[in-house]
């Protein structure tokens, strides 16, 4: 079994295209969703709870994402050390997932930031989701009702698009320009028939 890393920016699509993969029988590891799950690792949550008070968590006992991503994206030395946390441990979920998928041609595993955790390395190959600055910051802004400054300073705890796309293997253009379907097809018939 190939592993197959799908990335890019915040808003570039990778979620949409992953759906689509899955449609075609392509399993997809969202280490994102994973992420999020481990906030309520036992460690994890008291490990963040020392570290950034009670506030981080709700009375509810729900992650404040909020809260956090204010420490966070704004001080990348926090940011470093939260995915130190989780990071280890998303990894970890991956080994255990891929062992179920063995006998299959490839699988895909979908992280916004595949190279900025050096996560690149375990793939066989990875595919960068592309799609312009000001597309991305309009597709946010509808969807998570963050604001512009907002999105811009997670866009600088990412790589540029120019360094993804040096980096991939494969790249899958939704620029509102191109039909993406033709090239997920496309890239599908490669990575199945693709021996290496």
């Known amino acids: 079994m190939k592993r197959i890393g799908i990335t890019g920016g915040i808003g570039s699509?990778?979620?949409?295209?992953?759906?689509?993969?899955?449609?075609?029988?392509?399993p997809v590891f969202y280490a994102d969703d994973e992420a999020k799950k481990l906030y309520y690792h036992?460690?994890?949550?008291?490990t963040i709870i020392k570290k950034y008070g009670n506030e981080i968590y709700t009375a509810?006992?729900?992650?404040n994402r909020e809260y956090l991503a204010q420490i966070i994206f704004s001080n990348p030395q926090e940011l470093k050390f939260v995915n130190s946390l989780i990071h280890p441990l998303v990894g970890e979920a991956y080994?255990?997932?891929?062992?179920?998928?063995?006998?299959?041609?490839y699988t895909l595993k979908e992280a916004a930031i595949l190279f900025e955790s050096s996560a690149y390395k375990e793939m066989d190959k990875v595919i960068t989701v592309s799609a312009?600055?000001?597309?991305?910051?309009?597709?946010?802004m509808k969807r998570d009702n963050l604001t512009r400054a907002q999105i811009e300073e997670r866009m600088n705890n990412q790589w540029?698009?120019?360094e993804r796309l040096a980096k991939a293997d494969f790249v899958i253009y939704n620029n509102d320009e191109q039909l993406v379907l033709p090239q997920i097809i496309e890239l599908h018939?490669?990575?199945?028939?693709k021996e290496k």
């Not at 509810?60 to 992650?63: A, D, I, P, V």
């Not at 312009?132 to 946010?140: A, L, T």
């Open 13 to 26: 699509g990778k979620t949409i295209i992953c759906k689509v993969f899955e449609l075609l029988g392509v």
């Open 42 to 46: 036992k460690d994890v949550k008291d």
């Open 60 to 63: 509810e006992g729900k992650l």
């Open 95 to 105: 080994m255990q997932w891929c062992e179920k998928y063995k006998y299959l041609p």
């Open 132 to 140: 312009p600055k000001e597309i991305r910051i309009n597709r946010i």
């Open 160 to 162: 540029t698009e120019e």
């Open 189 to 193: 018939q490669i990575l199945i028939l």
